[in-house]
T-cell receptor
Framework: GAVVSQHPSWVICKSGTSVKIECRSL??????MFWYRQFPKQSLMLMAT?????????EQGVEKDKFLINHASLTLSTLTVTSAHPEDSSFYIC???????????????FGSGTQLSVL | GENVEQHPSTLSVQEGDSAVIKCTYS??????FPWYKQELGKRPQLIID?????GEKKDQRIAVTLNKTAKHFSLHITETQPEDSAVYFC??????????FGAGTILRVKS
């Protein structure tokens, strides 16, 4: 399958600081990437859809000013957690769509995830 | 919007037995149904998927069935092995839209 790289794999930061997470498609171009959040023993909750060259689409209840998404190229999307607080501690994981749009061969591949701990 | 329900939440089977996980979806327009396996602290891995133009798909010990009329699909794992132990997620989407995930099933294979 396609390779999606995500960095960092874990990060510990102080409350009030900002953290940037990168998601890269290594062997394909991804016009659309997705950012999920996952709490322990729970499912993946979609936070936002990141579209190359345009603004991200946020899910209901997700603060767009707190979770800044930038998709400046066809292989890179970044999620910045601004002014992080302990309640933002979670596993953040990105995914990229291969064969996007209405392609009958479309599949979704995930990055390795980032465990964020805010002290 | 789409809603996906997954059952059971936990499943314990003896090594060598079969495991079945079931999901139902609400949006009749959904046409893509992948299954992901996630080990602790790792990324979800796509293990099999099915599209609405077929009713069944098989890949070695793993198979997925789809009943569009009833709006449910199932994952079947035969001859289970300890390394099959993980969390399994079903998902549904249509027309390239976002995937909606089920709540997950913790599968434990006892040796």
């Amino acid at each position: 399958g396609a390779v999606v790289s995500q960095h960092p794999s874990w990060v510990i930061c102080k409350s009030g600081t900002s953290v940037k997470i990168e998601c890269r498609s290594l062997d394909f171009q991804a016009t659309t990437m997705f950012w999920y959040r996952q709490f322990p023993k729970q499912s993946l909750m979609l936070m936002a859809t990141s579209n190359e060259g345009s603004k991200a689409t946020y899910e209901q209840g997700v603060e767009k000013d707190k979770f800044l998404i930038n998709h400046a190229s066809l292989t890179l999307s970044t999620l910045t957690v601004t002014s992080a607080h302990p309640e933002d501690s979670s596993f953040y994981i990105c995914s990229a769509r291969v064969g996007g749009g209405r392609s009958p061969n479309e599949k979704l591949f995930f990055g390795s995830g980032t465990q964020l701990s805010v002290l | 919007g789409e809603n996906v329900e997954q059952h059971p939440s936990t499943l314990s089977v003896q090594e060598g037995d079969s495991a079945v996980i079931k999901c139902t979806y609400s949006d009749s327009a959904s046409n893509y149904f992948p299954w992901y396996k996630q080990e602790l602290g790792k990324r979800p891995q796509l293990i099999i998927d099915i599209r609405s133009n077929v009713g069944e798909k098989k890949d070695q010990r793993i198979a997925v069935t789809l009943n569009k009329t009833a709006k449910h699909f199932s994952l079947h794992i035969t001859e289970t092995q300890p390394e099959d132990s993980a969390v399994y997620f079903c998902a549904a989407s249509h027309g390239g839209n976002k995937l909606v995930f089920g709540a997950g099933t913790i599968l434990r294979v006892k040796s």
